[in-house]
């Protein structure tokens, strides 16, 4: 019999306390294959959000730091910069990276550094119960809008991706989903990619967003979630690869 | 040289890896020297986009076992608590430099010790301390430095040195030469990538039922053990005062012409001045309390300081205060009336 | 070229995402739960062609794929790696 896939070893073998259908489960994989097809898990350094992922250093088997909400981007700087032969990522999700981060993100970003974001955009504030986020999508029902969110009270959903694109610090942005197999093969190697450039040196953050459901706050089943991302959130937060 | 560049050049001697820090009066030659000399070492400098940020960028480096330190003043350290009480919960060594200024809000760019609060009981949340160092010369100012780099290595503990604006800016001679490292503990718990060994986690968030009150209890038996080691300060003149002065920074250089004059005068006066704040030298000014005295508190702010000598003299004297907040610089003149006034009322003379 | 799967019962949520993506829809979900109190998904593998996709949507990555002759033994779902007690029996 030959093997056709397997979980990778660089993903600690324990269950996760995600939800049933979360997507942070896959993205975590994603990443953990990523690094160990790279062969850099000896000098990887992860930074995990404050967020439902803060706990991803219960999962990924690299050097790992929790640190304060938002704040990611800045405590990446400070270890690329003393260690820039590490390869140094910090996983997000948009309550973190979006609302209360996004000084961090957008300066790291405008300071060109050499760092790899993976930003999961699932819409809402996961681990506090289901509050609106930046990216929640107009109309969306939460926590805090529970008659769908308006631009005139809440604004519009925040697209992060197409803001970095624009800055000359980033050298590679791309918005991806994990609605499918096939979306998550090509999350996969835009993870990959990201984590590429950083080892090649490459000038410039790179920032793979990536649109995951969130079944429990979304009130779907989680294969109905997986749909909302293709019809609803799309439209909001089109998949493309924005740069680089 | 000026306080703030010498202070810059001693962190630069002590090994200082990474520093990290935004534009504020009245430290702002701290940056600059920073930006130039860091570069000519081949070591990292960077002006970060707040100094929230700077405290992060500060806690990632020390996360990765490097020395990393931040400067700023009043109001960018207020910004830099919530990362100070994270530093504490994850046991991060880090070195930050308070240049105080008049507060509270926007305050002025004169000098205060109107941070005393804030530094010794920690502005962030949780049961946590740091180290508080309280130099009151340009010397102490730039020796404070391998001594804040060595503690925070060796207690795994955020050390703060606490100057002001006339420290910072005012100019003396120096002499800056290494100082030879206390013996420290390697730092194996530091991120360096997994390359022979399991995984290194540096963290803060401890949910398991019991376990955040176990990391607190850690913290406060190393609390205690610095208590118990490391608290410095300059006993002057008290062997037969009768009245004794407890000032601290900028304000004990000024208090100590004051008790000079006075003692010129006759007065038997003298000075305890705790170097550092935390942890506070109250043993000494207890034992000082045994014999009746009149303690006279002389600070840059409404009476901060003042708390820590009540509760080390516990009732047993008189604890009074000459304090000049928002930027207010006590004179020689008025310590020394002041003086006279308890001396008068004391009977001493 | 048949396949087969192998589902770890335990770590398996019930989330159904494997049921929605399999091209040969040969998993279902399980009426008995597992320890965690999950109903965890199963197959029969019978025309599973060894796609993969229920592996790479799986959020818990419980699933491994296997792909070659399969003889007919079906080995309804087997719990890998620690001791958690065999819940589900070979089919007779």
């Known amino acids: ?244 | 040289m000026c306080g703030n560049e010498a202070l810059a050049e001693a962190a630069v001697i002590a090994g200082c890896d990474a520093y990290f820090g935004y534009p504020i009066t009245p430290q702002n030659e701290i940056t600059a020297y920073m930006s130039r000399r860091m570069a000519e070492e081949g070591r990292v400098f960077v002006q970060s986009e707040s100094e929230l940020a700077a405290i992060n960028m500060v806690f990632g480096a020390a996360a990765t076992g490097k020395r990393a330190m931040t400067s700023s003043s009043s109001p960018g350290i207020s910004l830099m608590q919530e990362g100070m009480s994270y530093l504490a919960g994850a046991e991060l060594p880090a070195v930050v430099v308070n240049v105080m200024r008049g507060g509270p809000g926007l305050g002025n760019i004169a000098p205060s010790q109107g941070d005393y609060f804030q530094a010794t009981r920690g502005g962030g949340h949780g049961d946590y301390r740091h180290i508080v160092l309280g130099p009151s010369s340009v010397q102490e100012l730039a020796d404070c430095m391998p001594l804040a780099f060595d503690l925070a290595d060796q207690y795994r503990i955020t050390v703060m040195v606490l100057a002001d604006g006339i420290l910072g800016q005012m100019m003396e001679p120096v002499v800056l030469e290494p100082k030879p490292r206390r013996p420290l503990p390697p730092k194996d718990w530091a991120l360096t990538g997994m390359k022979d060994r399991k995984q290194n986690i540096v963290r803060s968030l401890w949910l398991a039922e019991g376990a955040l009150e176990e990391l607190n209890y850690r913290l406060e038996a190393k609390h205690r053990q610095i208590r118990d080691n490391e608290v410095l300060c300059e006993e002057y003149r008290i062997e037969d005062a009768e009245i004794i002065v407890v000032a601290y920074g900028i304000a004990a250089r000024i208090a100590r012409a004051a008790v000079d004059r006075a003692r010129e005068q006759g007065v038997p006066v003298g000075m305890i001045r705790p170097i550092t704040l935390w942890p506070f030298p109250s043993a000494q000014i207890s034992a000082a309390a045994e014999t009746f005295r009149v303690f006279l508190a002389v600070e840059m702010s409404c009476g901060q300081m003042i708390e820590d000598v009540k509760l080390a003299v516990e009732g047993r004297c008189p604890v009074l205060l000459h304090g000049r907040p928002g930027g207010g610089v006590p004179m020689v003149d008025e310590i020394q009336d002041k003086i006279r006034q308890l001396t008068i009322r004391s009977g001493a003379v | 070229m048949a396949g087969k799967i192998v589902i770890d019962t335990e770590r398996c949520k019930g989330c159904g995402l494997c049921v929605s993506v399999c091209p040969k829809k040969v998993i279902i979900i399980s009426r008995e739960s597992n320890r965690s109190g999950y109903f965890p998904a199963q197959t029969d593998d019978i025309g599973c062609i060894a796609c993969g996709h229920c592996a790479i949507v799986c959020p818990d990555g419980a699933i491994e794929v296997y792909q070659g002759e399969v003889d007919h033994i079906q080995i309804v779902a087997t719990s890998t790696k620690r001791n958690a007690p065999q819940l589900i029996e070979e089919k007779a």
Request: with cysteine; aromatic share 6%.
């Open chain 1, 1 to 244: 019999m030959k093997t056709v896939f397997k979980r990778t070893p660089v993903l600690k073998d324990c269950p996760t306390h995600y939800c049933p259908g979360c997507g942070h489960g896959i993205a975590h994989r994603l990443l953990a294959e990523v690094i160990e097809e790279l062969d850099i898990q000896d000098r990887t350094i992860g930074i995990a959000p404050v967020g439902c992922a803060v706990l991803a250093y219960n999962y990924l088997d690299v050097d790992m730091i929790e640190v304060a909400h938002g704040r990611a981007p800045a405590v990446a700087t400070g270890m690329k910069r003393t260690n820039p032969d590490h390869i140094v990522f910090s996983y997000q999700g948009d309550g973190d990276l979006a609302a209360i981060g996004t000084a961090e993100i957008l300066h790291a970003a405008h300071r060109a550094e050499q760092l790899t974001v993976i930003f999961i955009n699932n819409a809402v504030f996961g681990m506090t119960g289901g509050q609106m986020a930046p990216t929640t999508m107009l109309g969306q029902v939460t926590a805090t809008t529970l008659g769908g969110r308006h631009a005139t009270g809440e604004g519009y959903p925040l697209q992060v991706s197409e803001i970095l694109a624009l800055l000359p610090g980033t050298t590679y942005v791309e918005r991806c989903a994990l609605s499918s197999a096939p979306r998550i093969k090509q999350a996969k190697k835009a993870i990959k990619h990201a984590f590429q450039l950083q080892m090649d040196g490459a000038p410039g953050l790179s920032l793979v967003e990536i649109l995951s459901p969130c079944p429990t706050y979304w009130r779907l089943a989680p294969a109905k979630a997986m749909a909302w991302i293709e019809e609803q959130m799309t439209t909001a937060f089109p998949i493309a690869r924005l740069k680089g």
